[in-house]
T-cell receptor
Framework: KAGVTQTPRYLIKTRGQQVTLSCSPI?????VSWYQQTPGQGLQFLFE?????QRNKGNFPGRFSGRQFSNSRSEMNVSTLELGDSALYLCASSWGGGDSPLHFGNGTRLTVT | GQQVMQIPQYQHVQEGEDFTTYCNSSTTLSNIQWYKQRPGGHPVFLIQ?????EVKKQKRLTFQFGEAKKNSSLHITATQTTDVGTYFCAGRGLTGGGNKLTFGTGTQLKVEL
């Protein structure tokens, strides 16, 4: 069974640009969550999508947005990039129930210069 | 909002020594999960605890959930070099829906020969 796939693995962008990250969940999983990981802040929850609807949202500015498609694949978009957005962005999928463990992808390493 | 703290932040041990990390939530949790992230890798689910006072074991790893369901611990007996990584607890609040897991700050474990 294929795991969670995130593309691209690495990205280098300039301040002010925008970026789109992609996540393909494990087959059958309907929930996709996004996390930002930085050395100083740990794993910060961005948002969760379930059956194409945003079910939960973290405390990030509106520059961070996401969506989920009918096949459960998800995309995350960050507009007007700032230096502080440099981080590892992790996507995790699950069945979606309240006790479902998360299965993480390898992440996208975003560097903003 | 819900906050989850872990101590210690770092731990260096000699191979064969025991290791414990503690997790404390600002609010009562419905369940708590533990993840391990190897250097350069992504978090991998280890276990979930649901019941007050629950204790679960996985070989040399022992997980406990506090009676008040606000704290948890992970104890590793006789550490090995394969235990190296960062251990995260992640809690789900009683009122939170879906899969919003709040991750702890993590404990980075280094094991020396």
């Amino acid at each position: 069974k294929a795991g969670v796939t995130q593309t691209p693995r690495y990205l280098i962008k300039t301040r002010g640009q925008q970026v789109t990250l992609s996540c393909s969940p494990i087959s059958g999983h309907r929930s996709v969550s996004w996390y930002q990981q930085t050395p100083g802040q740990g794993l910060q929850f961005l948002f969760e999508y379930f059956s194409e609807t945003q079910r939960n949202k973290g405390n990030f500015p509106g520059r961070f947005s996401g969506r989920q498609f009918s096949n459960s694949r998800s995309e995350m978009n960050v507009s007007t990039l700032e230096l502080g957005d440099s981080a590892l962005y992790l996507c995790a999928s699950s069945w979606g129930g309240g006790d479902s463990p998360l299965h993480f992808g390898n992440g996208t390493r975003l560097t903003v210069t | 909002g819900q906050q989850v703290m872990q101590i210690p932040q770092y731990q260096h041990v000699q191979e064969g020594e025991d290791f414990t990390t503690y997790c404390n939530s600002s609010t009562t949790l419905s369940n708590i999960q533990w993840y391990k992230q190897r250097p350069g890798g992504h978090p991998v689910f280890l276990i979930q605890l649901v019941k007050s006072g629950e204790v679960k074991k996985q070989k040399r790893l022992t997980f406990q959930f506090g009676e008040a369901k606000k704290n948890s611990s992970l104890h590793i007996t006789a550490t090995q070099t394969t235990d190296v990584g960062t251990y995260f607890c992640a809690g789900r609040g009683l009122t939170g829906g879906g899969n919003k897991l709040t991750f702890g700050t993590g404990t980075q474990l280094k094991v020396e020969l």
